[in-house]
Every structure is written in C-alpha cells, then in structure tokens.
C-alpha cells in the first residue's frame, strides 16, 4: 500500500509576529507534499477578517483553490473573543498558560479521528506548534504524534532560554545579587553583556506569568523531537553549531514569501494602508519607516521625543502608529498640532503592508522596535536599522542587528530617549555619507540571507534534511507499531 502524505497540525502562538511566520510554514510544508491543518484563536481570526473583509470563514481558501492541502479551524483562547488582550495582557497571558491547551486538545482529539476515519485524508503525523506553548509535547505524546517546536525568533535568543540553569548556577538570573559582568559561558555564545539578554532575563522579579511560561515552555521543548528555527545559520554559525550538538535543532528561515510580496493569506491585524502613491513622490533612499510592531506598548513619553526627534530631523517618513501603541484608551497619543505641523513631509497610518513599504526605493532606513520579522524583512529589502527595542526578545535582536552585524545604530542607550539624539541619529542613518557604512554592511547580510534559500543554500538544505529525519522518524514510528502489533498477536 503506498505511503500517505503525512499530516501536520499547525498551532501558532496568538501574536501577530508569530502567526506570521507560521502561516508562511504552513505554505512551505505543503508545497513540499504535507497535509496541514492550521489551527488558529478565534479572537486572532476575528481581528484578520475584520481588517481584511474578503478574508471570510477560511483564510487559506485561496491556497487550497491553487491546489495546496492546508485546512483551517479555529479555537478559544479561554477569554470571550471582544476582551481587550493588549490592555490586560497578563490575564490573556493567565489564559494561555492555564486554559488554552484544553481547547488545543480537543480540537486535536477532533482532527486526529477526523483524518483516521475512511475519506478523512492522510492521518495526522505531528505536531508543530510555537515553543513559547507550554504543553506540546504532552498533546503530541497523547495522540502519539511527533512533536515539532517551532522557534520564530533567533538561535541566540533560543540558548539563552534553553541554558537559563547555567545563568542561575552563574548568578546572571533569578538571584539577589545578580551579576553584571559579560556573560561567557553559554555554549556557541563568545560574550554577551546583561543588558543585551531578553528583558524577561534581565527583570528581578521572576513571579510574573510570562516568567512562568518561559520556564514551563523551555521544559517542554526538551521533550521535542525536532526544533525549527526561522534563522539562518551563517548569520549565527557557532550558536546553531552549538545547539546542534545538543538538540535536533534546523535553521529554516527567513520565513516569507521570496521578493517581499503579498500573499493570499490574510494575517494582518488591521487594515492596511496604501502608501505606494505617496512614496512614489520621494526621492531614491529619503523616507524613513517607523514602526514599533503589531502588539508592544510605547510610553507617552517616550512617544513624544520620537514624534519631535522626526521633526527636528527634517527627514520625509511614513510612521505605523497603530490605535493602541500606548493604550487601547489612548487613540491618538501624538502632541497636539503635531500632524498638522508635519504634514508636508510624512504619512502617519494606523497600519500598512510592511515588506510592501520596506521594498520600495524611496524607503532610505527603518525605526524600528526589533521585532525579529521586521528584523529578516528590512534585511531582505536592503534597508539598514535604527533601533528602539522595547521589551522581551527585542533587546538581544538589537545585539545581532548593532554589535554582530553592524547594520544598524542603537537609538535606545539608556532608560530615557531624548527628541535631540532621536534626530541626531536618523541624521546619521540617513545621510549619504555618514549612513554608507550601514548600508553596505546590510547588503552582505541580504547575500547571506538569499544565498540560504537558494537551491543547495544552508536554510533550503536544512529544511531538506529536517524533511528527511521527520519522515524516517515517521518510519520507525510505524514500524515500531507494527512490531508491536506482531508481537501482540504472536503473543
């Protein structure tokens, strides 16, 4: 009897910034011949159909239409879909980690039977789902699934988590009198200072409920039989090499479509803006993009040096200011006259297509808050950085971008901005001269990103070899079943 496809369960983590990169995985599976079932909240489902209004019941009717399997359903995260996630996020956090597994559950529990009964497709083989989740691999081990951990950030963020016993053991973390000097003893990591590890590394106060996830979550990930990575591995050889040697660990990325393009599945969470007509006025390089990402919060403070630091500047830009980037109550933070006072120069919109904007010629560098998908696509478009991290992963993604790389400048030195360095540094970013450096520095990293996806290029033969280990793991699965089988009946 010949051998089905096999069948993956997609579960991403309910922030914009990882259903994103799961989408696209999603997309690659199954033109690779997987049969996928994605599985997203319904409050994420909700908002994307709500900003894109053709989207309807199903956002990848229009992938199955160009003759992908990729199924679609949805689940509770444990809140009524209307609560405000952004202005309680430690309740919407408290949820995921006590009351969204039972819903994952049984809507797993539904597929797998689904896909056993006669005409319900190939049966379900495994398991993907963000590492952030702290039950995966107790779901998988019920259904007697593979378990795939899905990282979408990078590999040195990964360690960092994965070896948080040896920062213990070191008083680095989660001790009275934590340490300060250079961190040199992760594997695959030469140094790296306090201040540039996760913010959630750096707190005193280890109590909070994301504290409590990363623990329980990087448990769990133990229990994993593969963990896929949306990095690539020239951009951080020796800490994948090192991860390697422990763990079956695949550097896949950058996770996106290829040429910066729209894809047929919706997954922005807001209504975009076109800003095609307006760029198309500016000169080659002059625009600066600013946005600080799809959920962290900005202080109104912190707010208003940017929002004078870009005026005192005198750069063209086109500002993301999405409605609750201070607060779900607060829709328009910006000083009063302020868009009045730059309108002939800017564009300020609540949300747009960003690998739309950061493709075009006119867009000269990117403000961002070092999200690691705004990170891989200003990269890919050839677009060097400004950097304002704001929380978790963001600062360490500030390190790789300023320290390793050197793409790009630190904005944020200390606690406080001020709008006289703000402008100081666009000016250096996006002067010709001052700015050459960066830009020359992010066109080699573009090659080593592009040269990963090619044909025989370090991500595309990762993911090949992950594909070749997944299906022998699948192989030696059912053999195992069958032996037990013949033994049972022997017996």
């Avoid at 496809?5 to 799961?22: F, K, M």
């Avoid at 190939?122 to 039950?135: E, G």
């Avoid at 208003?304 to 500002?319: D, Q, R, Y």
Wanted: with cysteine; proline share 5%.
């Amino acid at each position: 009897m010949e051998r089905q496809n096999p069948h993956a369960i997609i579960v991403p983590y309910p922030l914009q910034g990882h259903v994103i990169p799961s989408v696209h995985l999603a997309t690659d599976l199954a033109q690779r011949g997987f049969t996928v079932t994605f599985i997203n909240t319904q409050a994420i489902h909700r908002q994307i159909a709500k900003a894109h209004s053709p989207a309807g019941d199903d956002l990848f009717s229009a992938v199955r239409k160009s003759g992908l399997d990729v199924r679609y359903r949805t689940v509770s995260d444990g809140l009524p879909v209307g609560f405000d996630r952004s202005l309680n996020h430690d309740q919407f956090m408290e949820s995921l980690l006590h009351v969204f597994s039972a819903h994952v559950e049984e809507e797993v529990e539904s597929i797998v039977k689904t896909a056993s009964s006669e005409g319900g497709g190939p049966p379900v083989s495994c398991l993907i789902a963000d590492t952030f989740f702290v039950w995966p691999s107790k779901v998988a081990k019920k259904f007697d699934l593979l378990y795939v951990s899905f990282w979408t950030e990078p590999a040195l963020v990964f360690t960092l988590y994965y070896h948080m016993n040896l920062l213990r053991q070191n008083r680095h973390f989660a001790c009275p009198d934590v340490r300060e000097d250079a961190i040199d003893y992760i594997p695959g990591v030469s140094a790296i200072n306090p201040q540039d590890m996760m913010s959630y590394l750096q707190d005193t106060d280890t109590t909070s409920v994301c504290h409590r996830i990363i623990f329980a979550a990087f448990e769990d990930v133990r229990a994993a039989d593969f963990v896929i990575c949306n990095s690539v591995h020239e951009l951080e050889n020796d800490t994948v090499s090192a991860l390697q040697a422990e763990t079956r660990f695949y550097t896949i990325g950058p996770i996106f479509p290829p040429g910066c393009t729209k894809t047929s599945v919706a997954t922005s969470l807001w209504p975009e803006s076109d800003c095609t007509h307006w760029l198309n006025s500016r000169p080659h390089g002059s625009v600066l993009y600013v946005s600080c990402g799809s959920y962290a919060h900005v202080t109104k403070t912190d707010l208003a040096e940017i929002a004078h630091g870009l005026s005192m500047s005198g750069v063209h830009f086109i500002w993301v200011l999405r409605p609750d980037i201070v607060s779900s109550t607060d829709t328009d933070p910006l000083p009063v006259g302020y868009r009045k006072e730059v309108s002939d120069r800017s564009m300020i919109v609540p949300w747009c297509h960003q690998r739309q904007v950061l493709s075009h010629p006119a867009i000269g560098g990117f403000l961002t808050h070092c999200g690691w998908n705004s990170i891989l696509e200003s990269i890919w478009c050839n677009v060097p950085l400004l950097c304002f991290p704001l929380l978790t992963d963001q600062f360490t993604n500030r390190k790789l971008v300023v320290e390793d790389w050197k793409v790009g400048i630190n904005l944020r030195d200390g606690r406080q901005i001020s709008k006289e360095r703000v402008s100081e540094k666009i000016n250096h970013l996006m002067d010709a001269k001052s700015g050459s450096q960066y830009r020359a520095a992010v066109g080699e990293v573009k090659k080593a990103l592009e040269n990963a996806v090619k044909p025989n290029g370090s991500s595309h033969q990762s993911m090949n070899q992950f594909i070749k280990d997944f299906n022998a793991a699948i192989s030696d699965k059912l053999g195992d079943k069958k032996m037990h089988k013949s033994m049972s009946n022997g017996y």
